[in-house]
């Protein structure tokens, strides 16, 4: 049974934490096989499958812009209206919710326009062939119809979160993933539409889950709601929102972005093959952080909600269980990747050639996965407690100041190409965790004392 937000403040940290995580990283464990039991479907087409996979990988990018200005306003309004909650000011939190939702939809007919202007031309900018491109229009085409959705279910489930409702919020994942798994075998193979019918699998899928959140929100049960009185945007509401939200848009978009430079990079070296093994490697990079997100969501609204109340204690509790549970979380990936590294790359593929070729990347690509819950830990930490300007040099940093310039540059000290941009991910994990994790400890020592003086 769902709980309100008076919890937050009151409940065995510990206890609280394991409650409200729990249903998050379901959530994003459902979450994971509901953006990859497609290209595990794709990747088992007869004959056809290896082309097709790798196809539907260069619409990765696309996804995750969608997904990135979901983050926007959902990850920026939801912590603030967590620490509104703080403060006992439920009005002002159901305002931003209310301007968040509208903003939702704006930016979803947006980029469903452009989208569906310039596809194609975006398909080869992300690294498409001749071979691959018309699976890639297939898939894209048909996923872009279902923007609304994908938006309206991943912004503002967010909010769900929040108030502390994670079972309704792990729900909602679950419940598209559950139509979406069903749904996928019957279109590409009952119904013989091969890509097409994935994307349409996806969306309808979508549909369901945007459904649910809305019902919610509109409903009873929530503890706030969407209210018409509150869907006029007003800047005071959204500037605030948009800038604690530049750091998780940024984390996902230049997912996009990075996606793009590893596909542009490896089809100069390497070919199809090696894009289609980055299909497959960005597929175990979510195996490895989407855990590590939900852990961080299940902390988030402790860390928020007494951030706003004044309690440090609390924070300080939340934030130390955070940061053990997500290592440990990171290690078990890591694990695996190193000595089971045939595993991943068989769910995805028949393709014995592709297979062996992943095989041997995986170990290079996710070689320091272990510390990426030091990262996340101390990254989303900033975020819960509204710190926006630290929380976005920290998005910006490992993926645009160290992981892309690695890409480009790496390759021309190494004889093996391919070999060097794999291992721009493990050396750019590396730095980014360092710096990452003594910028918080340093900052969030300054924080404390602040808030000690203030009581």
Same mark, same amino acid.
């Given at each position: 049974?769902?709980?309100?937000?008076?919890?937050?403040?009151?409940?065995?940290?510990? /206890?609280?934490?394991?409650?409200?995580?729990?249903?998050?990283?379901?959530?994003?464990?459902?979450?994971?096989?509901?953006?990859?039991?497609?290209?595990?479907?794709?990747?088992?087409?007869?004959?056809?499958?290896?082309?097709?996979?790798?196809?539907?990988?260069?619409?990765?990018?696309?996804? !995750?812009?969608?997904?990135?200005? *979901?983050?926007?306003?959902?990850?920026?309004?939801?912590?603030?209206?967590?620490?509104? !909650?703080?403060?006992?000011?439920?009005?002002?939190?159901?305002?931003?919710?209310?301007?968040?939702?509208?903003?939702?939809?704006?930016?979803?007919?947006?980029?469903?326009?452009?989208?569906? @202007?310039?596809? &194609?031309?975006?398909?080869?900018?992300?690294?498409? *062939?001749?071979? +691959?491109?018309?699976?890639?229009?297939?898939?894209?085409? @048909?996923?872009?119809?279902?923007?609304?959705?994908?938006? @309206?279910?991943?912004?503002?489930?967010?909010?769900?979160?929040?108030?502390?409702?994670?079972?309704?919020?792990?729900?909602?994942?679950?419940?598209?993933? $559950?139509?979406?798994?069903?749904?996928?075998? %019957?279109?590409?193979?009952?119904?013989?539409?091969?890509?097409?019918?994935?994307?349409?699998?996806?969306?309808?899928?979508?549909?369901?889950?945007? %459904?649910?959140?809305? &019902?919610?929100?509109?409903?009873?049960?929530?503890?706030?709601?969407?209210?018409?009185?509150?869907? /006029?945007?007003? $800047?005071?509401?959204?500037?605030?929102?948009?800038?604690?939200?530049?750091?998780?848009?940024?984390? +996902?978009?230049?997912?996009?972005?990075?996606?793009?430079?590893?596909?542009?990079?490896?089809?100069?070296?390497?070919?199809?093959?090696?894009?289609?093994?980055?299909?497959?490697?960005?597929?175990?990079?979510?195996?490895?952080?989407?855990?590590?997100?939900?852990? #961080?969501?299940?902390?988030?609204?402790?860390?928020?909600?007494?951030?706003?109340?004044?309690?440090?204690?609390?924070?300080?509790? #939340?934030?130390?269980?955070?940061?053990?549970?997500?290592?440990?979380?990171?290690?078990?990936?890591?694990?695996?990747?190193?000595?089971?590294?045939?595993?991943?790359?068989?769910?995805?593929?028949?393709?014995?050639?592709?297979?062996?070729?992943?095989?041997?990347?995986?170990?290079?690509?996710?070689?320091?996965?272990?510390? =990426?819950?030091?990262? =996340?830990?101390?990254?989303?930490?900033?975020?819960?407690?509204?710190?926006?300007?630290?929380?976005?040099?920290?998005?910006?940093?490992?993926?645009?100041?160290?992981?892309?310039?690695?890409?480009?540059?790496?390759?021309?000290?190494?004889?093996? /190409?391919?070999?060097?941009?794999?291992? $721009?991910?493990?050396?750019?994990? +590396? @730095?980014?965790?360092?710096?990452? +994790?003594?910028?918080?400890?340093? &900052?969030?020592?300054?924080?404390?004392?602040?808030?000690?003086?203030?009581?």
């Amino acid at each position: 049974m769902d709980r309100t937000s008076a919890d937050l403040g009151t409940e065995k940290v510990g /206890k609280l934490l394991l409650r409200l995580a729990v249903p998050t990283i379901t959530a994003q464990i459902v979450n994971m096989l509901y953006n990859i039991v497609d290209r595990i479907y794709i990747g088992h087409i007869p004959e056809e499958g290896a082309l097709a996979l790798t196809g539907l990988g260069l619409c990765f990018p696309v996804l !995750m812009l969608v997904t990135a200005f *979901s983050s926007l306003v959902g990850m920026g309004g939801a912590p603030q209206a967590s620490i509104k !909650m703080g403060q006992k000011d439920n009005g002002g939190a159901e305002q931003i919710l209310g301007n968040c939702f509208v903003m939702l939809l704006v930016l979803a007919a947006v980029l469903t326009v452009v989208f569906r @202007i310039s596809g &194609r031309e975006l398909l080869y900018l992300f690294g498409a *062939s001749g071979d +691959t491109i018309g699976y890639a229009l297939e898939y894209l085409d @048909i996923y872009i119809l279902g923007t609304v959705s994908v938006m @309206i279910s991943l912004g503002l489930n967010a909010f769900i979160t929040t108030q502390g409702f994670t079972r309704t919020s792990m729900l909602t994942v679950v419940i598209g993933a $559950a139509v979406n798994i069903v749904l996928d075998p %019957v279109f590409i193979f009952g119904f013989g539409m091969g890509v097409k019918g994935a994307a349409l699998a996806t969306i309808l899928a979508q549909t369901v889950s945007a %459904v649910w959140v809305l &019902r919610f929100l509109f409903g009873k049960q929530t503890v706030l709601k969407i209210r018409k009185s509150n869907m /006029k945007v007003q $800047a005071g509401i959204m500037l605030p929102v948009l800038a604690l939200g530049l750091s998780p848009f940024i984390m +996902t978009s230049t997912e996009s972005l990075l996606n793009i430079c590893f596909n542009t990079s490896l089809q100069k070296y390497g070919g199809d093959l090696a894009v289609g093994t980055m299909t497959i490697l960005s597929s175990c990079m979510q195996v490895c952080s989407l855990p590590l997100q939900g852990l #961080a969501q299940g902390a988030q609204p402790i860390i928020s909600y007494n951030f706003g109340a004044g309690n440090l204690g609390r924070v300080k509790e #939340a934030f130390r269980l955070l940061f053990i549970s997500a290592i440990g979380a990171s290690s078990v990936m890591w694990l695996i990747a190193v000595f089971a590294p045939g595993f991943f790359p068989g769910l995805f593929s028949g393709d014995a050639e592709l297979i062996a070729y992943a095989s041997w990347a995986i170990r290079i690509y996710l070689g320091m996965a272990f510390v =990426m819950g030091a990262q =996340m830990s101390c990254q989303q930490t900033f975020v819960a407690i509204g710190a926006a300007k630290i929380s976005l040099f920290l998005a910006l940093f490992r993926k645009i100041i160290v992981l892309i310039p690695l890409i480009y540059l790496l390759p021309q000290f190494f004889a093996d /190409k391919v070999f060097a941009v794999f291992l $721009a991910e493990p050396v750019a994990d +590396t @730095i980014a965790a360092v710096t990452t +994790t003594t910028l918080f400890f340093l &900052r969030f020592r300054q924080i404390s004392r602040n808030m000690e003086g203030g009581r």
